[in-house]
């Protein structure tokens, strides 16, 4: 069965709806199994996955002298892999007072775990806690709740068949260890980004008012409708509450419901050789303004608990290899990182290492390094070089051969990217690395820059090495399968409305390319938005929409706006879900 692709910019709950039915009857039919199922009925309940909640079968029960696990430990049970306590040592702010924007360079000891070791261009998947107040927004909401900080259990009303008849036991959720509801809201539950349509089903049968239970059903419905007011508000669970006070939300609803806070990776910008014990993360703090900068301020989830944590204190985090984005094997190979913004962080990483080698050992007897060459961005000089001292230290011992620095915001300069460095400043330099001297090349940073920054590089062998457009575009793949093409990228990171406006309005067309619209009625406007019109489901069209932001990416990117996702996936350095979006 074809693999089925989603936009999160728009129609992705609709587009796996669409797929999940076509995939689960191929299933029963390679595997010849179903013959007697009614496939409307399966449909409706594999697209409803927990539709059987109901305040009846759940409960929460007091656990009597329990006292809560470490987080560490809660994590590694609720994510099924080892999570490791780091204490924090420092936090930096890299940027100038009056550059009005935060870079953080955050010191973290690993307490000589043995599974923290890691090697330059791995990654740190942090796990982050949810802000104070938003977490009392939604405690505040809660019906019939116990005390937010007591530690309960909550438990399973479960029916077994006998010989006997059925047999209903209250069993022990496995979903989360003994805990206070606060700590669960706060460090194991994502209340930040939107609702999934699913929970605002739940929402609905709990709302007491027809009218926000009307406008619940239809954004439950995970349309065009729900696409819109996710995109457009991009509510949090506390801010749902919130618009919708009717709402009498039993705390079991939450517990079982919400989705787990996901951990945010970063692009690890230390070397252990440097700094041995010890693990550094770059990171831009998120902050921007929700509806088009209107709606209330967001937070980065990660980022800004990096930024509010004191000294000593605990983060959970495991460290994730990058295979593919190490040091060449050969250090005589030359070698070009190209990293804007916080895409520097990983390069850092790398430029300590080499300092680390061409300063230790025997002179006589040290192997012959190749010229590394980095290509950073950023807005001005004075503010935002955030490794400026750094990268010169290292072009003095003899780690960078050359540093070169685009400015997109210099007073009185022209504005000046990577993607400008490379064609119009050292194309020869590119060209001759690639091709004399099988170098590599790495990229780290958003998506959008790294794929201009890849057109650059197949217009730079046209022009210096002489290939038609199809050859360079084939040498450069060939670059990547080889692995000397490197990319560690963020998800979507959108930096104005422009942008913003322009890849949303690209997404809906490709989304309204396999829409079939009938007729059309009004619906009640959800709270802040017009009318909108309620359509139908999609057609037999395929969709084939790339996904706009891959999971397990780094966040480390340097800009925000009203759409920046800041933790994600998506997104290892930082904020994205992944994605990298920092959240």
Same mark, same amino acid.
């Given at each position: 069965y074809k693999m089925g692709e989603g936009d999160e910019l728009c129609g992705q709950e609709e587009s796996f709806r669409k797929w999940a039915k076509g995939v689960f009857k191929a299933a029963c039919d390679t595997f010849c199994v179903g013959d007697d199922l009614n496939m409307n009925e399966a449909s409706t309940t594999l697209l409803n996955s927990d539709s059987t909640w109901s305040a009846d079968k759940f409960r929460l029960i007091p656990t009597e002298g329990a006292t809560e696990c470490n987080i560490w430990e809660g994590l590694s049970k609720v994510h099924s892999r080892n999570v490791v306590p780091c204490r924090l040592i420092s936090r930096e702010n890299l940027q100038a007072p009056e550059s009005g924007r935060e870079t953080i360079l955050v010191r973290l000891d690993s307490q000589g775990s043995d599974d923290l070791h890691y090697a330059p261009g791995d990654h740190l998947a942090i796990y982050p806690a949810n802000e104070d107040h938003l977490v009392q927004a939604v405690l505040g909401r809660l019906d019939n709740a116990p005390d937010p900080d007591s530690i309960v259990d909550m438990e399973v009303l479960q029916e077994k068949q006998t010989p006997l008849g059925a047999i209903r036991t209250w069993m022990t959720s496995e979903r989360l260890p003994p805990c206070s509801l606060r700590t669960a809201l706060s460090r194991y539950f994502d209340i930040t980004s939107p609702p999934a349509p699913q929970l605002l089903q739940h929402l609905a049968a709990q709302a007491t008012d027809e009218d926000e239970k009307k406008e619940?059903?239809?954004?439950?419905? /995970?349309?065009?409708?729900?696409?819109?007011?996710?995109?457009?508000r991009t509510p949090n669970l506390a801010e749902v509450l919130e618009d919708y006070p009717s709402l009498k939300v039993a705390p079991t609803l939450l517990l079982s419901q919400l989705s787990f806070l996901q951990q945010r990776y970063y692009s690890i910008s230390s070397s252990q050789r440097m700094y041995p014990g010890e693990i550094?993360? *770059?990171?831009?703090?998120?902050?921007?303004?929700?509806?088009?900068?209107? !709606?209330?301020?967001?937070?980065?989830?990660c980022s800004s608990w990096l930024n509010r944590l004191e000294k000593d204190e605990i983060v959970p985090c495991f460290v994730k290899a990058a295979q593919s984005f190490h040091l060449p094997e050969d250090p005589s190979v030359p070698m070009m990182m190209v990293g804007p913004g916080t895409g520097i962080a990983p390069f850092r990483s790398f430029w300590q290492h080499r300092?680390?080698?061409?300063?230790? /050992?025997?002179?006589?007897?040290?192997?012959?390094?190749?010229?590394?060459?980095?290509?950073?961005?950023?807005?001005?000089?004075?503010?935002?070089?955030?490794?400026?001292?750094?990268?010169?230290?290292?072009?003095?011992?003899?780690?960078? *051969?050359?540093?070169?620095?685009?400015?997109?915001?210099?007073?009185?300069?022209?504005?000046?990217?990577?993607?400008?460095?490379?064609?119009?400043?050292?194309?020869?330099?590119?060209?001759?690395?690639?091709?004399?001297?099988? !170098?590599?090349?790495?990229?780290? /940073?958003?998506?959008?820059?790294?794929?201009?920054?890849?057109?650059?590089?197949?217009?730079?062998?046209?022009k210096e090495g002489g290939m038609t457009a199809k050859n360079a575009k084939d040498f450069v793949d060939k670059l990547k399968d080889c692995n000397r093409y490197h990319e560690d990228i963020f998800g979507v990171t959108l930096r104005t409305q422009e942008v913003t406006d322009r890849v949303r309005s690209a997404a809906r067309k490709n989304w309204m390319r396999v829409?079939?619209?009938?007729?059309?009625?009004?619906?009640?406007?959800?709270?802040?938005? =017009?009318?909108?019109?309620?359509?139908?489901?999609? =057609?037999?069209?395929?969709?084939?929409?790339?996904?706009?932001?891959? =999971?397990?990416?780094?966040?480390? =990117?340097?800009?925000?706006?009203?759409?920046?996702?800041?933790?994600?996936?998506?997104?290892?350095? /930082?904020?994205?879900?992944?994605?990298?979006?920092?959240?």
């Amino acid at each position: 069965y074809k693999m089925g692709e989603g936009d999160e910019l728009c129609g992705q709950e609709e587009s796996f709806r669409k797929w999940a039915k076509g995939v689960f009857k191929a299933a029963c039919d390679t595997f010849c199994v179903g013959d007697d199922l009614n496939m409307n009925e399966a449909s409706t309940t594999l697209l409803n996955s927990d539709s059987t909640w109901s305040a009846d079968k759940f409960r929460l029960i007091p656990t009597e002298g329990a006292t809560e696990c470490n987080i560490w430990e809660g994590l590694s049970k609720v994510h099924s892999r080892n999570v490791v306590p780091c204490r924090l040592i420092s936090r930096e702010n890299l940027q100038a007072p009056e550059s009005g924007r935060e870079t953080i360079l955050v010191r973290l000891d690993s307490q000589g775990s043995d599974d923290l070791h890691y090697a330059p261009g791995d990654h740190l998947a942090i796990y982050p806690a949810n802000e104070d107040h938003l977490v009392q927004a939604v405690l505040g909401r809660l019906d019939n709740a116990p005390d937010p900080d007591s530690i309960v259990d909550m438990e399973v009303l479960q029916e077994k068949q006998t010989p006997l008849g059925a047999i209903r036991t209250w069993m022990t959720s496995e979903r989360l260890p003994p805990c206070s509801l606060r700590t669960a809201l706060s460090r194991y539950f994502d209340i930040t980004s939107p609702p999934a349509p699913q929970l605002l089903q739940h929402l609905a049968a709990q709302a007491t008012d027809e009218d926000e239970k009307k406008e619940l059903e239809v954004l439950g419905k /995970g349309d065009s409708r729900y696409e819109d007011w996710k995109f457009e508000r991009t509510p949090n669970l506390a801010e749902v509450l919130e618009d919708y006070p009717s709402l009498k939300v039993a705390p079991t609803l939450l517990l079982s419901q919400l989705s787990f806070l996901q951990q945010r990776y970063y692009s690890i910008s230390s070397s252990q050789r440097m700094y041995p014990g010890e693990i550094h993360a *770059t990171v831009a703090v998120v902050k921007f303004a929700t509806q088009g900068g209107v !709606g209330p301020i967001h937070n980065g989830v990660c980022s800004s608990w990096l930024n509010r944590l004191e000294k000593d204190e605990i983060v959970p985090c495991f460290v994730k290899a990058a295979q593919s984005f190490h040091l060449p094997e050969d250090p005589s190979v030359p070698m070009m990182m190209v990293g804007p913004g916080t895409g520097i962080a990983p390069f850092r990483s790398f430029w300590q290492h080499r300092q680390m080698e061409v300063s230790t /050992g025997d002179p006589q007897s040290r192997p012959k390094y190749g010229q590394m060459t980095l290509v950073f961005g950023c807005r001005q000089s004075k503010t935002d070089d955030i490794y400026k001292h750094e990268t010169s230290q290292a072009k003095e011992d003899g780690a960078l *051969t050359e540093v070169y620095t685009a400015l997109s915001r210099e007073p009185g300069v022209p504005k000046t990217y990577v993607q400008n460095v490379i064609l119009e400043q050292i194309p020869q330099k590119v060209c001759d690395l690639l091709l004399k001297h099988n !170098g590599h090349f790495y990229v780290c /940073g958003d998506v959008s820059m790294a794929a201009d920054v890849c057109n650059t590089l197949e217009a730079v062998m046209e022009k210096e090495g002489g290939m038609t457009a199809k050859n360079a575009k084939d040498f450069v793949d060939k670059l990547k399968d080889c692995n000397r093409y490197h990319e560690d990228i963020f998800g979507v990171t959108l930096r104005t409305q422009e942008v913003t406006d322009r890849v949303r309005s690209a997404a809906r067309k490709n989304w309204m390319r396999v829409k079939r619209l009938r007729p059309s009625t009004v619906v009640p406007p959800a709270r802040g938005l =017009s009318p909108v019109r309620e359509s139908s489901s999609l =057609s037999s069209t395929p969709m084939s929409t790339p996904s706009a932001t891959p =999971s397990a990416t780094p966040a480390n =990117s340097p800009y925000s706006s009203p759409l920046h996702r800041p933790d994600p996936a998506v997104l290892a350095n /930082g904020d994205l879900p992944v994605l990298h979006i920092d959240e």
